[in-house]
């Protein structure tokens, strides 16, 4: 069988309930937390997935046990520092930046080499993000212009850093939070708000480790070498795996969806309050707090009114893995949408700012682009008829499913779209519950 769908038909309306997979961050974050937690830890609902795969078995190289039980992973901590490599290891982190990025923090007091190598996409993206604190730390580190594959050697005599992270990189933040964790002092960092479920774990695990926020930044300030002990942890449903169907439902006739028990955490939603400034009816539901993360259900409906935005800077942190999706809906909506600063979509496993805007070409729709500032002349009116081949050659998931949304709402007589195997590094569910909703793709 070949490694494509091929859509033909817009998908029919559906009243429908739906689980996501566990929410990838997390589940990584658990698993190198865990690592270095002293004693046995659960992890329950974590993605299985090819990230999470590779996560666990780089761990298991430096010497991490993990036994898979029924309803829950369990992972042996061997404690802060606590890595002992008789060898230098190879650690293969598939296609996962997330994984590649923290491994290298967490393994900065290491008392050996490892070697980092990744896929082809992970080979081409940029280390030199994470190279420069780690530096600072007293970390060795050997690769060439910045890639894989990275040679790095840990240090017992680290020293902690100051550091300003202006990206707005959880991975940036990540490795530097585990690398401050092997070092003896106050690490302190300035980071543009991301994603801050490390930060969040670590506070719930009594963790000294302090936050203040302002507008822009969070200044973290970190205290090294105080060991935790292990934790279960029950891990939510992921936002940009449900974001998928949140835009497939708004897209389709007369639908409504609930997507229960996801990660609602202000700093991943920024999808739900941009797609809802554009005019949708995004709600969530039976909101709680469950380890300071906010966990909530997702109910979202059809619409045929989007409106244009003029997207605020400030979130595109919070909804960088779904500007792909909410491109879709800038393309139906009235007016024109503007969306500025985005070289970081860039960065992601492909150029998804470069992709994205080939794409929407495709499709008919016009495109202005000036450096990494984009507007999107929408129209409500879109309705597809010509044939498509989506070849999607860097293998990246997110563009492979945000085509198979395109497809079963936007029209067309024939789709084909490649690499559908991309879905296993983050949701290998994902054409089951397409299914399940009377999606039809051969
Ligand atoms: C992630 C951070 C984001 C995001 C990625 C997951 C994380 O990357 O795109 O999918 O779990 O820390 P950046 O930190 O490079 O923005």
């Known amino acids: 069988m070949k490694n494509q769908v091929i859509i033909k038909k817009v998908i029919k309306p559906f009243k429908n309930k739906i689980y996501v997979s566990g929410d990838k961050s997390i589940s990584i974050r658990c698993l190198l937390l865990s690592s270095i937690a002293l004693g ?5 609902n974590i993605l299985e997935s090819e990230d999470v795969l590779n996560t666990l078995k780089s761990l298991k190289k430096i010497g991490v046990e ?77 690769s060439k212009k910045g890639m894989l594959p990275l040679n790095l050697v840990g240090s017992e005599f680290l020293r902690p850093i100051e550091y300003i992270e202006d990206k707005g990189s959880a991975q940036i933040k990540t490795c530097i939070i585990l690398s401050a964790l092997n070092t003896h002092g106050t690490t302190k960092i300035k980071a543009v708000k991301s994603r801050d479920h490390t930060e969040l774990m670590l506070k719930s695990l009594n963790y000294p480790i302090q936050i203040k926020s302002e507008k822009k930044y969070d200044l973290i300030k970190i205290n090294g070498m105080k060991q935790f002990k292990s934790f279960d942890y029950n891990v939510p449903g992921d936002i940009s795996s449900a974001s998928f169907f949140i835009v497939l439902t708004l897209l389709s006739k007369n639908s409504e969806l609930l997507i229960k028990n996801i990660n609602v955490n202000p700093t991943r939603i920024g999808v739900i309050n941009i797609l809802n400034i554009m005019n949708s009816k995004i709600e969530v539901l039976n909101k709680k707090n469950y380890k300071g993360e906010q966990i909530g259900d997702i109910k979202v409906k059809s619409s045929n009114n989007f409106k244009a935005i003029n997207c605020p800077k400030i979130l595109n942190s919070s909804a960088i893995d779904e500007f792909l999706l909410i491109f879709l809906i800038a393309c139906k909506s009235k007016g024109v949408s503007r969306f500025k ?21 495709m499709i008919g729709i016009k495109v202005e682009r000036k450096k990494n ?18 070849k999607n050659f860097v293998k990246d998931h997110r563009i492979f499913m945000m085509s198979v949304v395109a497809a079963l709402t936007f029209g067309g007589k024939n789709w084909i779209i490649n690499d559908k195997d991309s879905v296993n590094s983050s949701f290998p569910n994902f054409i089951k519950t397409i299914k399940k909703l009377g999606g039809i793709l051969n």
């Open 40 to 44: 046995k830890s659960r992890i329950f």
């Open 341 to 361: 600063n985005l070289g970081e979509l860039n960065k992601k496993e492909s150029p998804r700012l470069d992709i994205a805007i080939k794409f929407m070409k």
């Open 66 to 142: 993990f036994k898979k039980k029924k309803k829950f992973i369990e992972v042996y901590g061997v404690g802060i520092n606590g890595f002992n490599l008789t060898k230098k290891k190879i650690l293969y982190a598939g296609n996962s930046g997330t994984l590649a990025r923290s491994i290298l923090g967490l393994c900065s007091g290491i008392n050996n080499e490892i070697q980092l190598i990744g896929d082809e996409s992970l080979s081409k993206r940029d280390f030199s993000r994470v190279i420069k604190p780690l530096n600072l730390f007293g970390v060795n580190i050997k």
């Open 373 to 390: 500032d984009i507007k999107i002349y929408g129209n409500p009116n879109l309705k597809l008829d010509g044939k498509y081949h989506i």
